[in-house]
């Protein structure tokens, strides 16, 4: 997978990276929930934010045991937020994973 930020989310949602179209609410969906993950302690100190594809994980992130766990978050958030599914279950689900993944990413940090 992209090493891009923004570019691995968008292969999640099913966009090429070629298809800009869309990037500045991915970004900004992407930067909402980079903000509500250091609330919970993943990231830089400072905060972080993205403004193009040209933007890294390894640059956010530095903690491989979270890194994962983070882009799945992220991908789930984002999701919900820019397309989110008619399914009530499927939402329901996705909520569900994201409570999870909140706890996990909580229980790493504390590790």
């Known amino acids: 997978m992209s090493d891009s930020i923004l570019t691995s989310?968008?292969?999640m949602l099913g966009i090429g990276e070629e298809y800009e179209e869309f990037d500045t609410d991915i970004i900004i969906d992407i930067n909402t929930?980079?903000?509500i993950l250091r609330q919970l302690g993943v990231?830089?100190?400072n905060g972080y934010s993205i403004s193009s594809k040209t933007d890294k994980w390894s640059d956010y992130i530095e903690d491989m045991a979270l890194l994962?766990?983070?882009?799945t978050?992220?991908?789930f958030k984002v999701r919900l937020?820019?397309?989110a599914p008619?399914?009530?279950t499927v939402v329901n689900?996705?909520?569900k994973q994201i409570g999870e993944l909140e706890w996990r990413i909580s229980v790493a940090l504390n590790c």
């Open 86 to 88: 008619l399914n009530g």
């Open 43 to 45: 990231g830089p100190q």
């Open 33 to 35: 929930t980079i903000a």
């Open 73 to 75: 978050y992220m991908y």
């Open 9 to 11: 989310i968008k292969k």
């Open 68 to 71: 994962e766990l983070v882009k």
């Open 93 to 95: 689900s996705m909520e």
């Open 81 to 83: 937020m820019f397309d």
